[in-house]
């Protein structure tokens, strides 16, 4: 299954419950147990500066698209073995496509 374009919405509403605790979205936004996700579509793993990362989430150098999100998204861990990202993922394509799309629009 690859990326298709979601609802920003429903994608806005998974955020919410399922990203914002550890994540922020805009820029001048603080880190939190994860990466301010500011500029994140076209940045390599590992490169937000200010935030520390494994190892494993440097040395996967993976390029942010809304294909490589998309499959991160559903398995953490199994995409970045080492990653210290505490999130199951998300299984439903349909709510990978809308958290993406809402991502793209919102961190750009």
């Known amino acids: 299954m690859s990326f298709a374009p979601g ?8 955020f919410k419950t399922r990203c914002a605790q550890c994540h922020t979205l805009k820029a001048g936004e603080p880190h939190k147990v994860g990466p301010n996700l500011q ?8 490169q937000a500066e200010g935030f520390s990362y494994t190892a494993a989430n440097i040395n996967k150098g993976v390029t942010w698209t809304e294909q490589t999100m998309f499959e991160y998204l559903e398995n953490p861990k199994k995409y970045i073995p080492g990653t210290k990202m505490a999130f199951a993922g998300l299984k439903k394509d349909k709510d990978r496509n809308d958290l993406i799309t809402f991502l793209k629009a919102e961190t750009a």
């Open 7 to 14: 609802d920003a919405a429903k994608g806005a509403s998974l």
């Open 39 to 46: 500029g994140v579509f076209g940045r390599k793993s590992g």
